[in-house]
Nanobody, 126 residues
Framework: QVQVVESGGGSVQAGGALRVSCEAS???????????MGWFRQGPGKEREGVAA??????PRYADAVKGRFTISQDNAKNIILQMNSLKPEDTAMYYC??????????????????WGQGTQVTVSS
């Protein structure tokens, strides 16, 4: 059983910064040698979209909309951090973390064996 829990988020004015974290727990790493940890978001009236991802070899990937503003990192194999700078009102969304196990991020934002968190709200006011 894998559990994914997000933390952080909140409200900020445009141009500000926020950090969201994701921790995956469970007997993941003894079973899966490869994984892709990703952040997705879903804004009001919008479809879910990929934001950033990092895989088991540390390679990051970003959506075009956040390149140069967001940075994904991992401080250990189970804790993923998304630092969001220069936030814009269009970044307002529920942010979800997904642990896609058994694969790297080559197919991201597609997922195949993902465990999802409950989400954390990010609100950017103009």
């Amino acid at each position: 059983q894998v559990q994914v829990v997000e933390s952080g988020g909140g409200s900020v004015q445009a141009g500000g910064a926020l950090r969201v974290s994701c921790e995956a727990s469970g007997d993941i790493y003894s079973i899966y040698s490869m994984y892709c940890m990703g952040w997705f978001r879903q804004g009001p009236g919008k479809e879910r979209e990929g934001v950033a991802a990092i895989d088991s070899d540390g390679t990051p990937r970003y959506a075009d909309a956040v390149k140069g503003r967001f940075t994904i990192s991992q401080d250990n194999a189970k804790n993923i951090i998304l630092q969001m700078n220069s936030l814009k009102p269009e970044d307002t969304a529920m942010y979800y973390c997904a642990a896609d196990l058994g694969w790297n991020c080559n197919a991201w934002p597609a997922v195949r064996n993902a465990f999802w968190g409950q989400g954390t709200q990010v609100t950017v006011s103009s």
